[in-house]
């Protein structure tokens, strides 16, 4: 192999004795040969470490050393440098003031690259040394945050994917359109970059100047993406062609199911509804992840006597479990838990739910239909003659509903379901507004479980935070907790691994026991406001205790314990 005259940071990394002549002559063939810069191959070879390099070039140029980290992906100027630049020459762009541009790069002496910036740019470029393996994930996430393009999606695992629709229970493959391949391969990899990204739901919106993407994780929506306007009819016809839908049907709301296979051995299903907007359809998808209906009680986030309540509750042989929240509150996940803990050979479940989320082996599930005839009550009288042991009402919408329920859960059956109410005294009061006799409530009520997710904090780079002990006594903490309490909050620009300083949620609960204290007020028709007094006394704790106490634990912030609980 000829020898390479080698010059500036590479001849200064060999005077440093960090390289040797030859590795570094063999590196720099290497790089060319793979066309990629000289740094991005020794640190991707581990031949020299990105922080050594990064302090050689900071003192051979006299150039200061920057954290890239700082930056969020969405504060940097997007569509300014053309992404094909950014990933040929291993560059990132921070920020714009005038006519200069300061690129971020991790081997100031690329003047090709610079060079090649400016004329595609017309500005004036100034380099801003980075470490090389910061400004990998930098750029990363600044493509991820700004891929809005239907081209040049290279993303090999769009070519595996295997997506059908499923109509009435049967899946049919709805094949690829040839026609529209770019629209196919941005929709396939929306879906496939939602799942990697832990998200909850996609919205596909269209407006009257602009079209965009957004996904919720960890319950905050954000933008991912902005396709052009021209191509709203054709997502949305995509989106309804995956989901089984009928494509001609423009004026009404339509719903849907998407299974996309994404290896042999895992398949991710997609609920789908679209709705007629103002200017067009928005379709909005739900992630169903079969894998959340079995993270154990462990992983959702009961304080160790919660949890002991609703394990005594579900080993009891009648009675009546409700758990309440607002929609996105993760109830069906908590009764999906429930219903896996007694899910054994020995007994008989059968759950009615609008529509089926997840499917659980072992379970008879059925989707309600008013179409059909079969509403909550007529699933709920049909499976009282199916020998049931277990019943799940997915919601008590109506006074006959409740009815059913309450007579099930009265005469040796295990009945579960939701409400939507805001805490456990109000889903007592709720059901006696419906016209359900106070004496069956206080009889066939064993638990309710009101519940909401927070945003979990990052635990690599969760920070401490100061705050004044009469500030934290009037947030509701105790005068003992607020002389000795460690409150953290995210940190303001998050890390690689999270999202601004969030990464995943957790469960804060109120679990409310029908003791006979509690069933004397509900007989007597006492309001939420006695209920509650008579909880607190029984030592239950209401959702803001709760909250109060995954903040002292460092689990979440007292910023998004106040977002979730505070009415």
Same mark, same amino acid.
């Given at each position: 192999?000829?020898?390479?005259?080698?010059?500036?940071?590479?001849?200064?990394?060999?005077?440093?004795?960090l390289?040797?002549?030859?590795?570094?002559?063999?590196?720099?063939?290497?790089?060319?040969?793979?066309?990629?810069?000289?740094v991005?191959? /020794?640190?991707?070879?581990?031949?020299?470490?990105?922080?050594?390099?990064?302090r050689?070039?900071?003192?051979e140029?006299?150039?200061?050393?920057?954290?890239?980290?700082?930056?969020?992906?969405?504060?940097?100027?997007?569509?300014?440098?053309?992404?094909?630049?950014?990933?040929?020459?291993? @560059?990132?762009?921070?920020?714009?003031?005038? @006519?200069?541009?300061?690129?971020?790069?991790?081997?100031?002496?690329?003047?090709?690259?610079?060079?090649?910036?400016?004329?595609?740019?017309?500005? @004036?470029?100034?380099?801003?040394?980075?470490?090389?393996?910061?400004?990998?994930?930098?750029?990363?996430?600044?493509?991820?945050?700004?891929?809005?393009?239907?081209?040049?999606?290279?993303?090999?695992?769009?070519?595996?994917?295997?997506?059908s629709?499923?109509?009435?229970?049967?899946?049919?493959?709805?094949?690829?359109?040839?026609d529209?391949?770019p629209?196919?391969?941005?929709?396939? $990899?929306?879906?496939?970059?939602?799942? $990697?990204?832990?998200?909850?739901?996609?919205?596909?919106?269209?407006?009257?100047?602009?079209?965009?993407?957004? #996904?919720r994780?960890?319950?905050?929506?954000?933008?991912?993406?902005?396709?052009?306007?021209? /191509?709203?009819?054709?997502?949305?016809?995509?989106?309804?062609i995956? &989901?089984?839908?009928?494509?001609?049907?423009?004026?009404?709301?339509?719903?849907?199911?998407?299974?996309?296979?994404?290896?042999?051995?895992?398949?991710?299903? #997609?609920?789908?509804?679209?709705?007629?907007?103002?200017?067009?359809?928005?379709?909005?998808?739900?992630?169903?992840?079969?894998?959340?209906?079995?993270?154990?009680?462990?992983?959702?986030?009961?304080?160790?006597?919660?949890?002991?309540?609703?394990?005594?509750? /579900?080993?009891?042989?009648q009675?009546?479990?409700?758990?309440?929240?607002?929609?996105?509150?993760?109830?069906?996940?908590s /009764?999906?838990?429930?219903?896996n803990?007694?899910?054994?050979?020995?007994?008989?479940?059968?759950?009615?739910?609008?529509?089926?989320?997840?499917?659980?082996?072992?379970?008879?599930?059925?989707?309600?239909?008013?179409?059909?005839g079969?509403?909550?009550?007529?699933?709920?009288?049909?499976?009282?003659?199916?020998?049931?042991?277990?019943?799940m009402?997915?919601?008590?919408?109506?006074?006959?509903?409740?009815?059913?329920?309450?007579?099930?859960?009265q005469?040796?059956?295990?009945?579960?379901?939701?409400?939507?109410?805001? &805490?456990?005294p109000?889903?007592?009061?709720?059901?006696?507004?419906?016209g359900?006799?106070?004496?069956?409530?206080?009889?066939s009520?064993?638990?309710?479980?009101a519940?909401?997710?927070?945003?979990?904090?990052?635990?690599?780079?969760?920070?401490?935070?100061?705050?004044?002990?009469?500030?934290?006594?009037?947030?509701?903490?105790?005068?003992?907790?607020?002389?000795?309490?460690?409150?953290?909050?995210?940190?303001?620009?998050?890390?690689d691994?999270?999202?601004?300083?969030?990464?995943?949620?957790?469960?804060?609960?109120?679990?409310?026991?029908? @003791?006979?204290?509690? &069933?004397?007020?509900?007989?007597?028709?006492?309001?939420?406001?006695q209920?509650?007094?008579?909880?607190?006394?029984?030592?239950?704790?209401?959702?803001?205790?709760?909250?109060?106490?995954?903040?002292?634990?460092?689990?979440?912030?007292?910023?998004?314990?106040?977002?979730?609980?505070?009415?």
């Amino acid at each position: 192999m000829a020898n390479i005259i080698l010059t500036g940071l590479a001849k200064r990394l060999v005077d440093d004795n960090l390289l040797e002549e030859s590795i570094a002559s063999a590196a720099y063939q290497q790089a060319s040969k793979q066309k990629i810069p000289f740094v991005t191959h /020794l640190v991707q070879s581990n031949t020299v470490s990105a922080a050594d390099i990064a302090r050689v070039a900071s003192d051979e140029f006299g150039s200061p050393l920057f954290d890239v980290t700082a930056f969020a992906p969405d504060m940097l100027p997007k569509a300014l440098v053309d992404e094909k630049l950014i990933r040929k020459h291993h @560059t990132l762009p921070l920020f714009k003031r005038g @006519t200069r541009l300061f690129v971020a790069v991790a081997d100031p002496t690329n003047l090709v690259a610079l060079d090649e910036i400016r004329f595609n740019t017309g500005l @004036t470029v100034d380099a801003i040394l980075v470490e090389e393996d910061k400004l990998a994930r930098a750029i990363e996430k600044f493509l991820d945050a700004s891929d809005t393009s239907l081209g040049d999606l290279e993303d090999e695992e769009l070519e595996g994917l295997d997506v059908s629709a499923v109509t009435d229970d049967k899946e049919e493959e709805t094949g690829s359109d040839a026609d529209d391949a770019p629209v196919v391969k941005f929709v396939n $990899k929306m879906l496939l970059s939602a799942i $990697k990204g832990g998200s909850s739901d996609l919205h596909f919106e269209p407006y009257e100047r602009s079209y965009r993407v957004r #996904f919720r994780t960890d319950g905050m929506l954000h933008e991912v993406a902005r396709p052009p306007i021209q /191509l709203a009819p054709r997502l949305a016809s995509r989106l309804k062609i995956m &989901s089984g839908m009928d494509i001609a049907e423009k004026r009404v709301p339509q719903d849907g199911r998407i299974k996309m296979k994404i290896s042999k051995t895992k398949a991710i299903d #997609f609920r789908v509804n679209t709705l007629p907007t103002l200017w067009g359809e928005k379709v909005v998808l739900r992630i169903l992840d079969p894998t959340s209906a079995q993270m154990g009680i462990d992983a959702l986030g009961y304080e160790e006597d919660q949890k002991k309540l609703y394990m005594d509750c /579900l080993s009891q042989p009648q009675g009546m479990i409700l758990v309440t929240g607002p929609t996105g509150s993760g109830k069906t996940v908590s /009764l999906y838990t429930g219903l896996n803990i007694l899910n054994t050979p020995e007994v008989n479940i059968s759950t009615a739910e609008d529509p089926v989320e997840i499917n659980l082996e072992g379970i008879n599930q059925v989707n309600v239909s008013t179409k059909r005839g079969m509403d909550f009550s007529n699933a709920l009288r049909a499976f009282l003659r199916q020998d049931p042991d277990i019943i799940m009402v997915g919601e008590i919408r109506d006074l006959e509903t409740a009815n059913i329920a309450i007579k099930a859960a009265q005469t040796g059956h295990m009945v579960m379901s939701t409400l939507h109410t805001n &805490s456990a005294p109000e889903t007592l009061t709720r059901l006696i507004n419906m016209g359900v006799p106070a004496f069956n409530i206080a009889t066939s009520v064993n638990l309710i479980i009101a519940q909401r997710l927070g945003r979990r904090l990052c635990s690599k780079c969760k920070v401490r935070v100061d705050i004044p002990e009469h500030t934290l006594i009037e947030e509701g903490f105790t005068e003992e907790q607020a002389k000795s309490a460690e409150i953290y909050g995210p940190s303001e620009h998050g890390c690689d691994s999270c999202n601004k300083g969030y990464k995943g949620r957790v469960g804060i609960y109120e679990v409310v026991k029908i @003791t006979p204290g509690l &069933s004397r007020i509900i007989m007597e028709e006492g309001n939420a406001i006695q209920i509650a007094e008579q909880a607190k006394k029984e030592g239950f704790k209401d959702l803001r205790t709760s909250g109060l106490l995954k903040a002292l634990q460092g689990v979440t912030s007292l910023e998004e314990v106040n977002r979730v609980t505070k009415e």
